[in-house]
């Protein structure tokens, strides 16, 4: 039990510090690590899927689509306007149902469409952190690259996590998802939930590039999508019968367990900005 916590703990302390180290070192060491992260992902994806037996999607092709992907919305990041550089992505999209009609392979629907589901629930939203990265409001029309919004994604994560988790073992009753998730609460939501928005007052006094309210707006966002990202994949493995999605992280599971929430809080958090920079 102690080795698995200490395991447990250096892992998360490494996994930490490489992401926030490589999202404040900049757009290079921050591009480099997501479009890693989003083909290791799919991969993931990819091998669940196939040990399932619903589909035997082309696993180095989706990965190549997730990162053609990621690096394509950095480079609009940097060159907005720039679309052309999203033709090759296209390409492997169509190369993933054309190429269905020459393998042979049983289950040629399923095979596509678990492809095409690998890009939509994982390379999209991690693409997405681009968008993020180089987020501009309505009234600026420059595309330089900050850390503050894509971190505090993960940030308003952790927070959301760590307080859930400690409000549900002291408090939690009410049963917030109990088919799919029997641990969870409402009690250990709303900790989460208040926690976050404590976090959010905090980043405001730091980060004035929203203000007070916003980066409230911003965390309630996160940890409302976080939770049905974290419900969704439950619902992903409940259905195949798995446990963990990998264990590429010691006593963390997989990759996909690691950003089940992520994946939705992403392009929630996108949606919300775009919205009150319309106002």
Known sequence: MKKNFIIRLLTGTVFVAVLVGC????????????????AMTINEFGNIMEKSGLAQINRPIAMLSGVFLFLGFAYLGVSPGSTEILI?????????????????KE??????????????????????????????SGESESSVYSYILPLSIF??????DTGAYCTGVLFGRHRLFERISPKKSWEGWFGGCAFSIIGAVVIAKYFPILTMAEWIGLAVTIVVFGTWGDLVESLIKRSIGIKDSG???????????????????????????YIISML
């Not at 940030?155 to 959301?160: A, D, E, K, Q, V």
Request: glycine share 4%; proline share 7%.
């Open 23 to 38: 999202i404040l070192s900049g757009p290079i060491p921050f591009s480099v690590l997501f479009a890693i992260i989003c």
């Open 88 to 104: 090759p992505y296209l390409f492997l999209l169509l190369y993933v149902f054309i190429s269905e009609l020459y393998k042979k």
């Open 107 to 136: 289950n040629p629907v399923n095979n596509i469409a678990y492809s095409m589901m690998a890009q939509l629930y994982i390379a999209l939203p991690f693409a997405m952190l681009n968008i993020l990265a180089f987020f501009s």
């Open 155 to 160: 940030i308003f994560t952790w927070i959301n």
């Open 247 to 273: 264990n590429i992280l010691p006593g963390h599971g997989g990759l996909l367990d690691r950003f089940d929430s992520t994946l939705l809080a992403v392009p929630a958090s996108v949606v919300y900005l």
